[in-house]
């Protein structure tokens, strides 16, 4: 399942694209501190933005540069700011795509789909690592042990597949992070060690306690 965010400030519609795109199985977060859109990209970690140009504090060219010094996930604009000059910066500062207000739903739908498509066709493509009698299968973002399934956020999957690469070795905090951002220098130490923990605890649900262990003052040890 594809998890898309939606930074827009007129509730009426953030509300309104959050209960359409549920419908057609997207999980949606909508962002409400809007002076700290950056933090929310982050815990969240979706695979595509849609992003308002007039927002509070700050506008959205602004954080779509944020953005995109750290990761390349798709970024649509929506906005009634339709002036060819509002579209040709929005697209120079790295945006995929450029959707006017007011839109008619279905296309908006239809333009994040193909948008999707086009940007996780690749990496969707199935096939599976394995460790021991565990299975991490990179298209649907799934852990198997023992008959049971745990499903993971794409952020945990990444964290998993450089495990899978190298287990039974120590990896570094340092590693890790530039592994799972494009540029780790603007990333809160912190944000790691909530990804990892928070992955502690899915595994242990399925039994694999202790998968992860933390070498204090060189890293992480996967097995």
């Not at 933090?39 to 140009?53: A, M, S």
């Not at 399925?206 to 998968?211: M, R």
């Amino acid at each position: 399942m594809y998890k898309i965010m939606i930074v827009e400030d007129d509730e009426v519609i953030a509300n309104t694209l959050q209960k359409h795109l549920a419908r057609w199985d997207f999980a949606v977060v909508v962002v409400r501190d809007f002076q700290n859109v950056l933090n929310e990209y982050l815990r969240e970690q979706p695979d595509l933005v849609l992003l308002d140009v007039y927002l509070p504090f700050y506008n959205g060219y602004h954080w779509c540069a944020k953005i995109r010094e750290l990761a390349q996930v798709p970024i649509v604009f929506i906005s009634s700011a339709n002036e060819n000059m509002n579209i040709v910066m929005a697209m120079n500062m790295g945006g995929d795509d450029f959707i006017n207000k007011p839109f008619d739903l279905n296309v908006i739908t239809a333009k994040i789909q193909a948008i999707l498509r086009r940007s996780y066709s690749f990496a969707k493509e199935s096939y599976a690592l394995a460790f021991q009698d565990i299975l991490l299968d990179l298209a649907t973002g799934e852990v198997t042990y023992q008959d049971l399934k745990l499903e993971l956020t794409k952020n945990e999957v990444k964290i998993m597949e450089l495990f899978f690469q190298k287990p039974q070795t120590i990896i570094t905090r340092e590693e890790l992070m530039n592994f799972l951002w494009d540029d780790c220098q603007f990333v809160d130490d912190n944000t790691l060690s909530v990804n990892i923990n928070r992955l502690r605890k899915k595994l242990e649900t399925i039994g694999l306690n202790d998968l992860i262990k933390t070498r204090k003052g060189m890293g992480y040890l996967f097995g």
